[in-house]
């Protein structure tokens, strides 16, 4: 953890995994059952990841950024067997509905709750004589709605057992013993959990930051010689702000593996970031869900900018709404053929509406291929406005917004319009110290776009409600 300096060595860590997969099954926990935890980026959660891997448990790990009623949702939702908490987020949390019958704190007792630590001071580090592969049982971060539970692989595979996609991904990043992996994000979103746990298959060392800071990861880079990392456009963005000397004070010479997700990057931040770091920068898009990946390198970029690369898991199909393979260059919803499958827990109609009348399986992006088969992504189906009978993607205006140099962070939504059906909408946050007004930003606008694809008005916020992983709660812009 590069904050507070602690190491957990291998071996310490295999360790404590198995003493809590003992722990795990004194508690009643038997292979196939869940465990849910809500604790952020704190160093006994890995140990307490491969703990569950060991048993054969769905994991499920809840974002610190969900309030009471939210974590209550899926604790109900989830049907773990188990909680594990820290005492800071229930007292952030006062009146929290816990229906798991076993709980635990990470640190200490108090009523209701056991004291994990003091288990597994009791428990054995024998291996369990059941141990199989665990899986993931990940929430959406429930940016448009209620988060949703995703079930992918099933537990009880023998130890050991990877998926295709894991074979794919550390082929492509190079990932081996001895790299140095710099977790910038929160281990309760998909990717930096995953991607912790593959270079702990490999045998490589973990960094993991409690909470990104831009000018603390070039310092992180610097100390451990950090070779792999893992990004959000928004932390690029956060990077790029940074004034001239921090940037380019630390000696990022180990970095050989700059990988991005989550959103697409605007084409100008990418520009920045490979003008500063050079062909290291690596994006994939993928999900959650795992239904498919596609990726792309630096080069590739360069040669189709804005494109989030070509298939690498299952084949990229375009859709109409009849649900009709579209030609190259034309937009509609992106799917995946032939990736694996998955399932939204206790919701049958949302698992439905995920899939095309050919059973390919989608995140609800839409986008276009062009003639080499590159994915541009435009936006996510559930995010378009439509004004005037035009439809309008917030993406691209968000992205023109962000290369303003006073912007630092910007959303774009529709509200309801009595002419048009509806209006675009801004909401922005200032870089610090910066100055400039709606009118100003509205002009940037146009003359970047089309006016009808311009926010008719601009909120200003002291900080967007953006979840860590990157994403942006435009339901509680809405709201406000």
């Not at 006062?94 to 640190?107: D, I, M, N, Y």
């Not at 035009?390 to 992205?399: A, T």
């Amino acid at each position: 953890m590069s904050a507070t300096g602690a190491v957990i060595t291998y071996g310490q860590l295999m360790h404590t995994a198995r003493q809590g997969a003992n722990a795990l099954r004194s508690a009643g926990l038997r292979r196939g059952d869940g465990i849910a935890v809500l604790a952020g980026n704190r160093i006994e959660t890995l140990p307490l990841f491969w703990a569950a891997q060991l048993a054969g448990l769905y994991y499920t790990a809840i974002s610190v950024q969900f309030l009471r009623d939210e974590v209550a949702y899926i604790l109900a939702d989830c049907d773990a067997k188990a909680f594990v908490t820290t005492r800071d987020e229930l007292d952030r949390r006062p009146g929290l509905a816990v229906p798991q019958a076993t709980r635990f704190l990470l640190e200490g007792e108090q009523p209701g709750y056991v004291g994990w630590a003091e288990r597994l001071a009791r428990a054995s580090d024998v291996l369990i004589s059941d141990a199989s592969e665990g899986a993931e049982m990940l929430y959406s971060s429930g940016t448009t709605g209620r988060p949703k539970g995703v079930r992918g692989a099933k537990p009880g595979a023998p130890l050991g057992t990877v998926s295709e996609l894991f074979h794919r991904r550390v082929a492509l990043h190079g990932f081996d013993a001895d790299m140095v992996y710099l977790s910038t994000g929160p281990l309760y979103h998909s990717a930096p959990l995953r991607y912790n746990a593959m270079t702990h298959r490999v045998g490589g060392t973990c960094v993991v930051m409690e909470k990104f800071d831009a000018a603390a990861s070039l310092r992180l880079i610097e100390a451990y010689r950090v070779t792999h990392s893992q990004w959000v456009p928004t932390m690029f963005v956060r990077l790029l702000r940074l004034p001239e000397a921090v940037r380019t004070r630390h000696d990022l010479g180990s970095h050989r593996y700059a990988i991005h997700a989550a959103a697409p990057c605007p084409i100008p931040v990418k520009e920045a970031m490979l003008d500063w770091w050079g062909d290291i920068v690596y994006e994939y898009y993928s999900g959650t869900e795992g239904n498919g990946q596609t990726a792309i390198s630096a080069a590739e970029w360069r040669a189709h900018k804005g494109s989030v690369g070509r298939a690498i898991l299952g084949e990229v199909r375009i859709l109409d709404d009849a649900d009709r393979e579209l030609p190259h260059g034309a937009t509609g919803r992106v799917f995946f053929a032939g990736g694996p499958s998955f399932e939204y827990y206790k919701d049958p109609e949302k698992t439905r509406s995920t899939r095309s009348r050919q059973g390919y399986s989608t995140l609800g992006d839409i986008g276009h291929l062009d003639a080499d088969g590159y994915l541009y992504l435009t936006d996510r189906a559930a995010n378009m406005i439509i004004t005037g009978g035009v439809n309008v993607y917030p993406q691209e205006v968000e992205n023109v917004l962000l290369t303003h140099p006073a912007v630092a962070d910007a959303a774009v939504f529709g509200e309801s319009d009595a002419e048009f059906g509806e209006r675009v909408r801004g909401a922005v946050e200032l870089v610090a110290g910066a100055s400039v007004t709606a009118d100003e930003l509205i002009a940037f606008c146009r003359e970047r776009l089309s006016h009808l694809k311009c926010p008719r008005a601009i909120d200003f916020h002291a900080k967007l409600p953006r979840h860590d992983t990157g994403k942006l709660y435009k339901r509680h812009l809405k709201q406000t």
